[in-house]
């Protein structure tokens, strides 16, 4: 028998409203990787749409944690961020990356923290600085169109756009440090949404669309990360894996529209995940 592959997930737990940890965890175990798990916070909800959630801030468990993971001798194939739930955070992870990096093992930053246009109500524009520093670490980063503007410290340009201009947005994040750069949400006509990757070791670029389905489905970037992370531990190239991860999640979103379901509340992953495994040649 193979040794499984190991993922370290970094994000919070939204307890109801799936998103995060609650997509990760299912998504990425059920593509066959072991998943580890760094809670950055806790929250009844997550912050999209509801009122009053509670928020229980984890920035002070962060390093004790990797202590005893570095004591332990822990190692991982994979180190996944996604929500990190304070401005300290940044540097904390920073400095997890430096000790659990390796030569091997690869480094995937989802910079949580806007969308459509603006920077999520809990986060100040200084946040955004340090993703952009954190991002420098990455091997991919998986940013929407709103994080990819932040980061660069560019004007948000509302859909749809040129392939000139995401090509350029996807060189310039390269730039940043990442070899790697998957960009969501992309769209040149507004009927089809999708990726866009770009891969700095072969110069290539590739877009991968699916039909549109009205309406903000939440978690859905979470839903994407996870599924690009699992096709590319697999051993999938970057614009396969984009492919991939876009078919699970606009398969997720149909379903949960089918249903008639609050988009408030996720998608139907859970739904789709045999169709994922199966395009992964995990089952038939
Ligand atoms: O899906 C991104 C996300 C993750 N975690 C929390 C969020 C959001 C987006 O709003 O609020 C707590």
Redesign the pocket.
């Known amino acids: 028998m193979k040794k499984l592959k190991r993922v370290v997930a970094i ?2 737990i ?1 307890g109801f ?1 799936k ?2 940890l609650t ?1 990760a965890l299912p998504i990425i175990s059920a593509a066959g990787i072991e998943t580890t798990v760094l809670p950055t ?1 806790v ?1 009844s ?5 509801f009122a009053d ?1 509670t ?1 229980r801030d984890l920035t002070e468990d962060i390093q004790p944690i990797a202590n005893h993971w570095k004591a332990l001798d822990i190692q991982f194939d994979a180190i996944y961020t ?2 990190l ?1 304070s401005f300290e955070q940044l540097d904390l992870i920073g400095r997890f990356f430096d000790t659990f990096k390796t030569r091997d093992n690869l480094i995937l930053v ?1 910079p ?1 923290m806007a ?1 459509n246009g603006e920077l ?1 109500k ?1 986060f100040t524009p200084e946040f955004a600085v340090g993703m952009s520093r954190l991002c420098r670490k990455a091997d991919i980063i998986v940013p929407n169109l709103t994080e990819a503007a932040l980061l660069l410290g560019e004007p948000y340009n509302p859909c749809p756009h040129d392939e000139k201009y995401i090509s350029g947005l996807l060189k310039k994040l390269s730039a940043l440090g990442p070899k790697q750069v998957v960009l969501t949400g992309v769209s040149f006509n507004g009927k089809e949404l999708g990726a866009a990757t770009y891969d700095a070791a072969t110069g290539e670029t590739a877009c991968i669309f699916e039909v549109r389905v009205p309406g903000y489905y ?5 839903v994407f990360g996870s599924a690009l992370l699992a096709a590319v531990i697999n051993g999938f190239p970057l614009s396969e894996a984009a492919g991939i991860a876009v078919r699970f999640t606009a398969s997720s979103i149909r379903k949960t529209a089918a249903a008639g379901t609050d988009i408030r509340y996720g998608v139907n992953f859970e739904q789709t995940i045999p169709e994922l495994l199966k395009d992964l040649g995990i089952c038939r």
């Open positions: 994000h919070d939204s409203g998103c995060s997509v916070a929250l909800t997550h912050t999209g749409g959630f928020y996604g929500f739930g989802d949580v969308d999520y809990i939440h978690g859905t970037g979470d």
